[in-house]
Nanobody, 114 residues
Framework: QVQFVESGGGLVQPGGSLRLSCAASGSIFRIYAMAWYRQAPGEQRELVAIVTNGGMINYADSVKGRFTISRDNAKNTVYLQMNSLKPEDTAVYYC????????WGQGTQVTVSS
């Protein structure tokens, strides 16, 4: 089964940027829709962005215009470029298929604070 390893998180000031990566242990070519999720302390995990093999992309309203999702099937990697970060973006970020068919990775912590 494919496993995911997220990386690229860290501490950043409001207005800053980060680029997250999600490396899969196997091919993601057959996974039609890949997604990024996030979970803030005391909150439920929420969907952030989706990208399909056909190039369709959707974002949560809270990140539209600031985040960009992309995928590189040749590298079995999904990315999330995050710009204009806000304190409310603070969370652990995870990737998975849109239908959450796979085990969750350890995630990568993003903290936005001055």
């Amino acid at each position: 089964q494919v496993q995911f390893v997220e990386s690229g998180g860290g501490l950043v000031q409001p207005g800053g940027s980060l680029r997250l990566s999600c490396a899969a242990s196997g091919s993601i070519f057959r996974i039609y829709a890949m997604a990024w999720y996030r979970q803030a302390p005391g909150e439920q995990r929420e969907l952030v962005a989706i990208v399909t093999n056909g190039g369709m992309i959707n974002y949560a309203d809270s990140v539209k215009g600031r985040f960009t999702i992309s995928r590189d099937n040749a590298k079995n990697t999904v990315y999330l470029q995050m710009n204009s970060l806000k304190p409310e973006d603070t969370a652990v970020y995870y990737c998975n298929s849109r239908s959450m068919d796979y085990s969750w990775g350890q995630g990568t912590q993003v903290t936005v604070s001055s």
